[in-house]
């Protein structure tokens, strides 16, 4: 069984990375709370790794910077009809801390707001994991490791919810954006990323 990666990041996408480990590419399946804080391109990372494997897909490898978003991605899929695919959905649309929150807090409405996860399973996920996240501890997991920077980011995130627009598209398209931009205030991240979806919507 894969417990962790360690090697080069040879490529990234918002869903997917790759990791050269001595020669060998693995292609592993990552939510937007692991995609936000990726090093480089061609830059050395460790990554925590969950082996699925079902008759359908075949083997995936799903990954996780964090061992509390692996154990919490754990949880989620012990539910039934959660599979890896929708806990991904689940890690991407909503931080890693406010899910936390949120499941403690049973706010049904914030966990609906994903994707794929209607009210029913957003209470079924309540109910189930209410007493099992409270052990999980995350510090800071939105975007990056400069401090100025995951400001301006959370400020844009919180703007672009108050503009009616969906928390899951808003982080998706932040990610995509910021892969080959680095924002110097707000307002600008605001322009580029209300830009993205609305090139998306037409």
């Not at 061609?42 to 996780?64: A, T």
């Not at 808003?170 to 931009?181: D, F, L, V």
């Not at 991240?189 to 998306?200: F, P, R, T, W």
Request: with cysteine.
């Amino acid at each position: 069984m894969i417990s962790y990666l360690k090697g080069k990041l040879s490529s990234k996408m918002p869903t997917a990375i790759t990791i050269d480990c001595g020669g060998v590419g693995y292609e592993v399946n990552v939510p937007l709370s692991t995609f936000d804080k990726l090093p480089q391109i061609d830059e050395q990372l460790q990554i925590f790794i969950y082996y699925s494997f079902n008759q359908n897909d075949g083997v995936r490898l799903y990954g996780f910077l964090l061992l509390e978003e692996k154990q919490l991605f754990q949880q989620l899929i012990s539910i039934s009809k959660i599979g890896p695919k929708i806990a991904l959905g689940i890690l991407s649309g909503i931080s890693v801390n406010d899910l936390i929150r949120a499941i403690q807090i049973a706010d049904v409405v914030l966990i609906s707001t994903v994707p794929g996860i209607g009210k029913k399973t957003a209470e079924r996920l309540v109910i189930e994991l209410k007493d099992k996240v409270g052990n999980i501890k995350i510090g800071s997991d939105f975007m990056t490791s400069n401090a100025v920077e995951r400001s301006i980011l959370n400020e844009t995130e919180t703007a672009l919810v108050t503009l009616g627009y969906k928390r899951f598209e808003i982080k998706k398209a932040i990610a995509e954006i910021s892969q080959n931009n680095q924002f110097t205030s707000s307002e600008e991240a605001i322009k580029m990323v209300m830009k993205s979806l609305y090139k998306k919507r037409k």
